[in-house]
């Protein structure tokens, strides 16, 4: 091809290329928006994202012994659901269930320890900061509803309309303040018919005397199974996700002595920096069983 042919064909493709992006009145086209970039990591909403967020870092790190993912899954959690969180603790599972739950359109209640005349005062602070920290971001975590657990009666939600109601790590203290029967009578009253009790709770070896007063934390899966039969509920199934066959359940302080408490000395007494650490920390954390009951149709 010859040198005025080159030349003629590279200003038809100019001339076409100006055209194009002109109008047919000949006025410059605005230019194409950018796409916006591709969000990152799991939709907002979804548990992913409610169990991955960056308001749980300081958290996060005992996912590897918790696993509040597969855990939350195997209840059945949906994000439209009424759940009934029985002492929450300082939230380590609020984190997760306030924002997922708020997104869905949700309702999250938070039965935590009684606060009033002659409540126990670590107890009253511990829910004073609670609800302190779960109201200060409603953005993120959404209406919280407050309700307490107790030996004084009282309803945690309204009967009957909870879809959800979750016993987490706190059995053994409800069988030492003598008001474990009556977690389980307030939950059966608060499900709606069908509804679902999920337990996670140290686990003591089946043949092990079972402590009454559970004073080191650990509890016979037999004894739970029969508490939740006794309120009325069906057993549904049981899981191994929070198992650590590790955990050998002879520990000097009882559970406490492992992560997260680590305690070094009976519990109100100062910590013994001479205390061997090393055995206890290579555990982790207890070994679980996790239940799921239902309420009958």
Known sequence: MGRRSL??????????????ACDRFGKKKPAEPEAPPAPQGPPEGSLEWAVEGPWRAADRPR??????????????LQPNMTVVDFWPGSGWYTEILAPYLSRGGGTYYA????TGPGADPAQAALMA????????DKKLYGEVRFSSFGA????????????????????????????????????????????????EQHRLAPD???DPAATNGYVQEGFVRQLAAEAGFIFVAAAEINANETDTKDHPFGVETLAPNRLTA?????????FDRAKYDAIGESDRMTLKFRKPE
Do not use: C
Request: hydrophobic fraction near 45%; aromatic fraction near 10%.
């Open 7 to 20: 030349l003629a064909g590279a200003m038809a493709s100019a001339l076409t290329a100006g055209l194009a």
């Open 208 to 210: 092990e005397d079972q």
């Open 266 to 274: 009976p519990r109100g007494s100062p910590p013994d920096p001479k």
């Open 152 to 199: 004084a009666p009282g309803p945690v939600a309204p009967a009957g309309t909870a879809d959800l109601a979750l016993f987490m790590r706190q059995i053994h203290q409800w069988m030492a303040a003598g008001i474990a029967e009556k977690a389980f009578a307030d939950a059966y009253e608060a499900l709606r018919p069908g509804g679902v009790l999920g337990v």
């Open 63 to 76: 996912d590897e012994w918790r696993h509040p993912m597969e855990t939350l899954r195997f209840f059945g």
């Open 129 to 136: 900061n609670y609800e302190q920290r779960f109201t200060a």
């Open 111 to 114: 039965a935590g320890f009684a």
